[in-house]
């Protein structure tokens, strides 16, 4: 489908050979100037939510105006149809990190006060990968038309000017008509903002500088010891015009490509040598992105402006320290918003907090819903840390198997809100009813009326995933004790989606 002669190819190959002929064509998307609010990076419009690193690069270089890309069945989820002899565009996710248990000298799990196993996020020796394919909304017939782009954000300069004092950078204006981060004193040294032609690209000059300032040693560390014209500033400044592209997109202050052109064999050199530094190049953009952006005072409060939506301080809190260390694709915080764009499409206020239930196999939120006069709904999401969800109406659940899929999940809470809607509440909904069609599925058992067999089963071949004996001895006495208590409470055993047997990975993009 994805209807390229180079998809037999590496993914980053094709990358690197389309991004060196747009490079040397002057097109690359950071090569181009930006006016402030008129460039927008390439989203989900479905799922809510940013492409990253290489893959927001490879779509922004398909030449199309129109940010919106999105799967095929996620188009047909809103009622629009791929239109007849479309390719589609193949991105990929790597996950480079992944969450281990923490073990001491002597090689056994570390536990904390409550007996749990402390993970930590390690770095993967070779990072996994996952393929989709993606359609531009100019393929897509039945999606309402992009909304026109706005005047530039009236405070997008007090914006830029907080997150340069939020930053604590030692900055310094003391130069005629040059700007740059010097790293043997660790400072930013610019012109005066009178000597930039407008604020923009007074912000926009700053803002990479303090994209380079994220290097430093004390922060996302990278090499910054190259003289102009050698590999490794070459490669920083790869990055650092990458970044300046994102941050210039999200606070409306445009782009400026500065002297690009100096840079450009080395760029098209490092490429053709490494093809795959493009892949790093792109992450460590998206680290550069966050970190800057991570400055700005009350950010959250402003991306919620105007919003129904709200998070409670402790959520907050808790989300951004989960999605500190999430790998691609499972982000807690991108979940939260796929399900709030997916309430607001409704006319529903999203609300999130953490779960207060203490029970180990319990969420870590739970987002609840308010209908459109305001009203509680009996509609509830659980979310665990891994980003994965499942949602349920009166406490009965609509899915069998917990997820974080950009498609079923937003369907789920579809379902039900139009339940709520049509006052059937206390009805099963037909998606519900046909679950037990399946066999694959763990409702199937209680329905047969052998639910604890086939129940113990099921656990027993999940159980066989995990790597510890400990794990499934606690996995499988935590199951039989939940079968003990009754036919009526075998629902409450949650079989995750995806559960990685020997060898496999746990995502299921």
């Not at 003289?227 to 920083?236: C, M, N, Q, T």
């Amino acid at each position: 489908m994805a209807g390229s002669k180079d998809t037999k190819k590496p993914y980053y190959e094709q990358i690197s050979e389309r991004l060196i002929q747009q490079l040397e064509a002057g097109t690359a998307p950071w090569q181009k100037p930006w006016e402030p609010g008129s460039h927008r990076m390439p989203h989900n419009p479905v799922s809510g939510t940013r492409y990253k690193g290489a893959n927001a690069i490879w779509l922004a270089m398909q030449g199309r105006s129109d940010p919106r890309w999105m799967t095929y069945k996620q188009a047909q989820s809103v009622n629009a149809q791929v239109s007849k002899g479309e390719k589609g565009v193949a991105v990929q996710y790597w996950k480079f990190r992944d969450r281990v248990p923490k073990r001491d000298e002597n090689g056994k799990p570390v536990l904390d006060d409550k007996g749990k196993k402390v993970m930590v996020s390690v770095e993967l020796d070779k990072p996994k990968v996952f393929s989709s394919v993606v359609f531009n909304a100019e393929q897509i017939k039945g999606l309402p038309p992009l909304e026109a782009k706005k005047e530039p954000a009236w405070d997008r300069h007090e914006r830029a000017e907080s997150i340069l004092k939020a930053s604590g950078a030692d900055l310094h204006h003391d130069q005629g008509d040059r700007a740059f981060y010097r790293p043997s004193t660790d400072s930013i040294h610019l012109p005066d903002q009178g000597q930039f032609e407008s604020a923009d690209r007074y912000y926009s000059t700053a803002l990479h500088e303090l994209g380079h300032w994220t290097g430093h040693p004390s922060r996302l560390d990278r090499d910054l010891s190259g003289g102009f014209g050698s590999e490794s500033y070459a490669k920083e400044e790869l990055r650092a015009e990458i970044s300046s592209l994102m941050i210039g997109e999200e606070l409306e202050i445009g782009h400026d490509p500065g002297q690009h052109a100096a840079y450009v064999k080395s760029w098209v050199r490092v490429l053709k040598d490494d093809p795959k530094e493009i892949l790093r190049a792109a992450r460590d953009a998206d680290k550069i992105r966050d970190m800057v952006m991570g400055y700005e005072p009350n950010r959250d409060q402003h991306q919620e402006q105007g919003q129904k939506a709200t998070i409670t301080p402790a959520a907050a809190e808790k989300l951004h320290k989960l999605d500190k260390d999430a790998v691609e694709g499972y982000s807690p915080m991108e979940s939260w918003k796929m399900m709030q764009a997916e309430a607001a499409q409704h006319g529903y206020t999203a609300r999130i907090d953490v779960n207060k239930d203490q029970d180990e196999f319990a969420s870590q939120f739970v987002i609840g819903y308010e209908d459109r006069n305001g009203d509680q709904t009996g509609i509830r999401t659980d979310m665990y840390a891994d980003s994965k969800l499942e949602t349920s109406i009166d406490g009965r659940r609509l899915s069998t198997f917990i997820s974080n899929d950009s498609e079923s999940q937003p369907r789920h809470l579809r379902e039900a809100i139009q339940e709520h809607e049509q006052g059937k509440a206390s009805q099963p909904s037909s998606s519900y009813q046909e679950a037990p069609q399946k066999p694959q599925e763990a409702e199937t058992a209680q329905e047969q009326g052998d639910g604890s067999a086939l129940s113990l089963k099921l656990a027993e071949k999940v159980a066989q995933g995990f790597k510890s004996d400990e794990d499934r001895a606690r996995f499988m006495e935590r199951v039989q004790e939940r079968l003990g208590q009754g036919a009526d409470q075998s629902s409450d055993i949650r079989i995750r989606e995806s559960v990685p047997a020997k060898g496999d990975s746990d995502m299921e993009r």
